[in-house]
């Protein structure tokens, strides 16, 4: 069954750095887009990033251009974000995501999520 | 950048009831549109993708229709297990980005 599988929340402080990882399994993880969506009560459910197989195309929201990354080891079925520069409006349940097909942002799969807290 | 709006924001009915929610985008998405229902402490599901194409394993009393900038969710029946909130979500051809609406909760009344 697939499984996706978020960690690396916590509380950091403005400015700040913090690094998400995500450990997929149960499904042939090289052949599927992969997507970061984040949900705060303030911001409603926001699509954060996604990231094409092999990690060649990486497409971001304009909230965190600049800011956030994303990446994947195909070899390790793990997808990641990293996060630079840390603002208090990015507070918030990250939660990772399966692409159903091709790059169309259509999520199937959803981890449980790792919350993000930004404060000083 | 394309917003959705989502309306009512809150639909109180009873089981059995149909159930219709609208999304509004404000340009043309074609038929981009994905419908998410999610539940308190869960993850969103995926209902519906491409406007109209029913996700593996959601029950036939869902469905969605609309092309361009208006969309609509019917659940034809509401059965206890549906009272949740229900996001639309569309995906733009350039720039390639994705947004959510704010969702209707549908709840008991």
């Known amino acids: 069954q697939v499984q996706l599988v978020e960690s690396g929340g916590g509380l950091v402080k403005p400015g700040g750095s913090l690094r998400l990882s995500c450990a997929a399994s149960g499904f042939s993880f090289s052949d599927y887009y992969m997507g970061w969506i984040r949900q705060s009560p303030e911001r409603g459910l926001e699509w954060v990033s996604c990231i094409s197989y092999s990690g060649t195309n990486l497409y971001y929201a304009d909230s965190v251009k600049g800011r956030f990354t994303i990446s994947r080891d195909n070899a390790k079925n793990s997808l990641y974000l990293q996060m630079n520069s840390l603002r208090a409006e990015d507070t918030a349940l990250y939660y990772c995501?399966?692409?159903?097909?091709?790059?169309?942002?259509?999520?199937?799969?959803w981890g449980l999520g790792t919350l993000v807290t930004v404060s000083s | 950048e394309i917003v959705l709006t989502q309306s009512p924001a809150t639909l109180s009915l009873s089981p059995g009831d149909r159930a219709t929610l609208s999304c509004r985008a404000s340009q043309s998405v074609t038929t981009y549109v994905a419908w998410y229902q999610q539940k308190p402490g869960q993850a969103p599901r995926l209902l519906i993708y491409?406007?109209?194409d029913r996700a593996t394993g959601i029950p036939a009393r869902f469905s969605g229709s609309g092309s361009g900038t208006d969309f609509t969710l019917t659940i034809s029946s509401l059965e206890p297990e549906d009272f949740a909130v229900y996001y639309c979500q569309q995906r733009s051809n350039w720039p390639p980005v994705s947004s959510f609406g704010p969702g209707t909760k549908v709840d008991l009344k």
């Open positions: 491409d406007a109209t």
């Open positions: 995501a399966r692409d159903l097909r091709l790059g169309n942002y259509y999520f199937d799969y």
